[in-house]
Nanobody, 114 residues
Framework: QVQLVESGGGLVQPGGSLRLSCAAS????????MAWYRQAPGKERELVAF???????HYADSVKGRFTISRDIAKNTLYLQMNSLKFEDTAVYYC????????WGQGTQVTVAS
């Protein structure tokens, strides 16, 4: 079973940037789409962005133009570059592999506060 480990979360001021990473323990990027989700307190988990197995990115409207999803196949690592962060981006961010059973990371906290 492939495991996913997120890193890169933290506290940032509005307008700032963070880059999240998701390290996979196996080579799955060419087989499955990979995604970033987030869950804010009291809210349901929502899709932020995903990248298909052939490398096409897609974004939620709320982050389009501010976030960039990418992957390094050689390093088995998924990224989420987050720019122009807003208060409402505060959430726990999860990495997901769209395998038949679905694989999730443990999450990394992103807090946007002044």
């Amino acid at each position: 079973q492939v495991q996913l480990v997120e890193s890169g979360g933290g506290l940032v001021q509005p307008g700032g940037s963070l880059r999240l990473s998701c390290a996979a323990s196996g080579s799955i990027f060419r087989l499955y789409a990979m995604a970033w989700y987030r869950q804010a307190p009291g809210k349901e988990r929502e899709l932020v962005a995903f990248i298909t197995s052939v490398g096409n990115p897609h974004y939620a409207d709320s982050v389009k133009g501010r976030f960039t999803i990418s992957r390094d196949i050689a390093k088995n690592t998924l990224y989420l570059q987050m720019n122009s962060l807003k208060f409402e981006d505060t959430a726990v961010y999860y990495c997901n592999a769209a395998t038949p059973d679905g694989i999730w990371g443990q999450g990394t906290q992103v807090t946007v506060a002044s």
